[in-house]
Antibody, heavy 120, light 110 residues
Framework: QLQLQESGPGLVKPSETLSLSCMVS??????????WGWIRQPPGKGLEWIGN???????NYNPSLKSRVTISVDTSKNHFSLKLHSVTAADTAVYYC????????????WGQGTLVTVSS | QSVLTQPPSASGTPGQRVTVSCSGS????????VHWYQQLPGTAPKVLIQ???QRPSGVPDRFSGSRSGTSASLAISGLRSEDEADYYC???????????FGGGTKLTVL
């Protein structure tokens, strides 16, 4: 059974960079036609797609965040990462990593999520 | 402001049938599959319906989905207390070249 697990600091200062990693186990990040994505959910609010990466390293980003986001993949370590630069309090959210089919919005495997708070 | 539009809340009594709507446009629901997620409090979303009307293994047949034009619906029959959760629709958006979500519907079982 595929499992995803987010890791990273739970507190980030304003204007700094939020960095998270998603470790994939129970399957290879290199196999199949899947995107590996990041989604976030501010407290009490809905889901927002941040972006995704294919095993080749090709990325797609939500235009609303594109200028501040970098997503990368390390197939040798079977994990992918998120960097969100110049964060503000509005970036406080639970961040999820998840797998979805190319060209589809069916996120079939999710991490448990990690709360990141932006505060000084 | 979410790209897909859902009612913020819905409710029903045990045993009732409840529907949740999801409205989009030609660039998302109108040309791509719709997927539905259930999010129980404090947990990650779980795919409930994929590809408009397909239930993943383990999802009860009380849950069903449909799509017509640029709208979609999730139906829950035989409502149970454990169905109390937030429900999200999602679809690929050709203009965005990425997935878009509805704002979520909080289902209360009275």
């Amino acid at each position: 059974q595929l499992q995803l697990q987010e890791s990273g600091p739970g507190l980030v200062k304003p204007s700094e960079t939020l960095s998270l990693s998603c470790m994939v186990s129970g399957g290879s990040i290199s196999s199949g036609n899947y995107y590996w994505g990041w989604i976030r959910q501010p407290p009490g609010k809905g889901l927002e797609w941040i972006g995704n990466v294919y095993n080749s390293g090709k990325t797609n980003y939500n235009p609303s965040l594109k200028s501040r986001v970098t997503i990368s993949v390390d197939t040798s370590k079977n994990h992918f990462s998120l960097k969100l630069h110049s964060v503000t309090a509005a970036d406080t959210a639970v961040y999820y990593c998840a797998r979805h089919w190319i060209g589809e919005a069916n996120f079939d495997f999710w991490g448990q999520g990690t709360l990141v708070t932006v505060s000084s | 402001q979410s790209v897909l539009t859902q009612p913020p809340s819905a409710s029903g009594t045990p045993g009732q049938r409840v529907t949740v709507s999801c409205s989009g446009s030609s660039s998302n629901i109108g040309s791509n599959y719709v997927h539905w997620y259930q999010q129980l409090p404090g947990t990650a979303p779980k795919v409930l319906i994929q590809f408009n009307n397909q239930r993943p293994s383990g999802v009860p047949d009380r849950f069903s989905g449909s799509r017509s034009g640029t709208s979609a619906s999730l139906a829950i029959s035989g409502l149970r207390s454990e169905d109390e959760a937030d429900y999200y629709c999602a679809a690929w958006d050709d203009g965005l070249s990425g997935p878009v979500f509805g704002g979520g519907t909080k289902l209360t079982v009275l």
